[in-house]
């Protein structure tokens, strides 16, 4: 079974930037996609991007489009989102996640995730 592992979550001010890591472990690539999902406080968890294995075509979720970019290593094993502007309503939890089918469509549709790493925006 796939193990991932997030890191790189903090406190910054509105406008600020982070970037996320997910090391990606015991991944079979070519049967699986990556990508990532947050959860706050007294809200459903929902899928924020993910990148697809085969070609590395990327998609997001209305909310961060234009602010999240998404990529991965030559070996996707690390999957990064840098995510610039953010927002008091960024503030989550946020997880990588595996994905059967990563499409525009299919963003809430992931299968395991990690353990989380908290992002605060907050000035």
């Known amino acids: 079974q796939v193990q991932l592992a997030e890191s790189g979550g903090g406190l910054v001010q509105p406008g600020g930037s982070l970037r996320l890591s997910c090391t990606v472990s015991r991944y079979t690539k070519d049967y699986y996609s990556i990508g990532w999902v947050r959860q706050a406080p007294g809200k459903e968890r929902e899928g924020v991007s993910c990148?697809?294995?085969?070609?590395?075509?990327?998609y997001y979720a209305d909310s961060v489009k234009g602010r999240f970019t998404i990529s991965r290593n030559n070996a996707k094993t690390t999957i990064y989102l840098q995510m610039n502007s953010l927002k008091p309503d960024d503030t989550a939890v946020y997880y990588c996640?595996?994905?059967?089918?990563?499409?525009?469509?299919?963003?809430?549709?992931?299968?395991?995730w990690g353990q989380g790493t908290q992002v605060t925006v907050s000035s």
């Open positions: 996640a595996t994905y059967v089918l990563c499409s525009q469509s299919s963003l809430d549709q992931f299968g395991a």
């Open positions: 990148i697809n294995s085969p070609d590395g075509s990327t």
